[in-house]
């Protein structure tokens, strides 16, 4: 994906879902939230478990791979930043929960005719 794909999109918000799908090496998985998805991947790369059993323990979710979620979402986040030669303020995008959330924020900073 790229910025002229993203913004000629008719339904950029499915686009970047299917982005960061592929990104996060998930089949579809009907869930917006950013933390759940990265969630979701940390553990079927750590514990080989099924989505849909992941999808009814993502609440349960613990502490001890936090580190590494953190910073999955963080490498996720730049390289879609990069993909679309964007740069989201970092408050932002901290701030972008959902996947309808941070494609709202790259619309917007592409509108302000911001870039990378």
Not at 19 to 48: N, Y
Not at 64 to 70: D, E, I, K
């Amino acid at each position: 994906m790229n910025r002229v794909e993203f913004q000629s999109s008719k339904d950029p918000h499915a686009l970047l879902k299917a982005e960061i799908l592929r990104r996060l090496r998930l089949s579809d998985v009907d869930e917006d939230d950013l933390m759940k998805l990265v969630i979701l991947s940390v553990k079927l790369q750590t514990l080989g478990v099924s989505e849909e059993k992941l999808l009814n323990s993502v609440e349960k979710y613990d502490c001890h791979q936090t580190g590494l979620v953190a910073k999955k979402k963080a490498l996720l986040l730049l390289g879609m930043e990069k993909d679309l030669d964007v740069h989201l303020d970092d408050d932002r995008a901290v701030n972008a929960k959902t996947v309808g959330d941070l494609c709202q924020l790259f619309l917007q900073e592409m509108q302000e005719g911001s870039g990378a």
